[in-house]
């Protein structure tokens, strides 16, 4: 029986340690936080993370945990989902105004401030990270 | 403050509270509930002949969140 070619078995990667990526990641963090939306600055910067956490993920560079089973307990997660779906539909089919605000429009004034934008950048190169693993 | 920008903060706290919850139940001992990462590993492992389809949607939409939060 074959193996999947691209489950990396190879464990060994002190490059993927969290004692290296957590200040990699926070730098790239305090970078990212400096560049405003709609600058060109932040589309390169999103392109470049993009681009490399998606090589790493699809090329089978960085070992991956090996998957578990799912059974129909996954369905408890359709309830959040869908009232995420739902609530942000209405607002968007609403207008997106500040009546009916949708997601974005609600984090755009917190995401304006470099420490949450930092902090937003953060988090999303750690879930990254967690699905190239994955 | 509007009644309706009331109503659509209120439903986007309760989906945070839902995610943790359900979340926290994945996590107990011998629970039937996948946590979030588990689920994601299994989307990620479908794939149509040798194209990681799953893979590529998740990162896609990883990706695109990224760019509409912190760059358009």
């Not at chain 1, 999947?4 to 957590?22: E, F, I, K, Q, S």
């Amino acid at each position: 029986m074959s193996q999947p070619t691209d489950l990396a078995t190879d464990p060994v990667r002190p490059w993927t340690r969290p004692a290296v990526l957590v200040p990699v990641f926070a730098v790239l963090a305090l970078v990212g936080g400096f560049f405003p939306s709609f600058s060109i600055e932040a589309n390169l910067y999103m392109i470049a993370l993009g681009g490399v956490f998606a090589w790493l993920g699809l090329s089978g560079r960085v070992p991956r945990r090996p998957p578990a089973p799912v059974g129909r307990g996954a369905a408890w997660w359709l309830v959040p989902a869908l009232l995420l779906a739902g609530v942000e539909l209405v607002d968007f089919l609403l207008g997106s105004t500040d009546a009916h605000p949708t997601l974005s429009l609600l984090a755009d004034p917190v995401l304006d401030r470099y420490v949450a934008r930092a902090a937003g950048y953060f988090g999303w190169l750690t879930v990254f990270w967690g699905l190239v693993r994955r | 403050m509007s009644v309706t920008r009331v109503l659509a903060i209120g439903g986007f706290a309760l989906v945070a509270v839902l995610v943790a919850v359900v979340e926290w139940v994945a996590r107990r001992e011998n629970s039937r509930v996948p946590t979030l990462g588990e689920l994601c590993g299994f989307v990620m492992e479908y794939r149509a002949g040798n194209v990681p389809v799953g893979r590529i949607a998740l990162y896609g939409f990883w990706w695109w969140l990224g760019w509409h939060f912190f760059a358009r």
